[in-house]
């Protein structure tokens, strides 16, 4: 059994992600966690949090967006003064915003 490790806000990581690259792929990952000195879980996972997401809109994605943006307003709503707001918290407004203003743009 591997070795249980945490994140970096000391959480548990018992979630496994798994998919499948092409050789050529395989190659460029490793050479990018070599050069980047992080493991490739870390550097997988920083990548991955950090990309762009390019959104087609339709009526999935909306709903979605109605959602996310309740489940946000109802976190803000909780938080006394904005001291109760996290990073993480932050990064999901953020990344609502990103999403509406590039359907706006179409």
């Not at 992080?38 to 997401?53: A, G």
């Amino acid at each position: 059994m591997s070795l249980k490790n945490r994140d970096n806000k000391n959480r548990w990581r018992n979630k496994t992600v798994a998919f499948r690259v092409s050789p050529e792929e395989d190659e460029q990952i490793e050479a990018a966690v070599r050069l980047s000195g992080l493991t490739k879980q870390d550097y997988i996972t920083r990548r991955l949090l950090c990309r762009e997401v390019v959104v087609q809109g339709n009526p999935k994605v909306y709903k979605a967006l109605r959602d996310q943006l309740a489940a946000v307003l109802d976190e803000l709503r909780r938080a006394e003064d904005g001291a109760g707001v996290d990073d993480e918290l932050l990064d999901t407004i953020q990344m609502i915003a990103a999403i509406m203003g590039g359907m706006k743009e179409v």
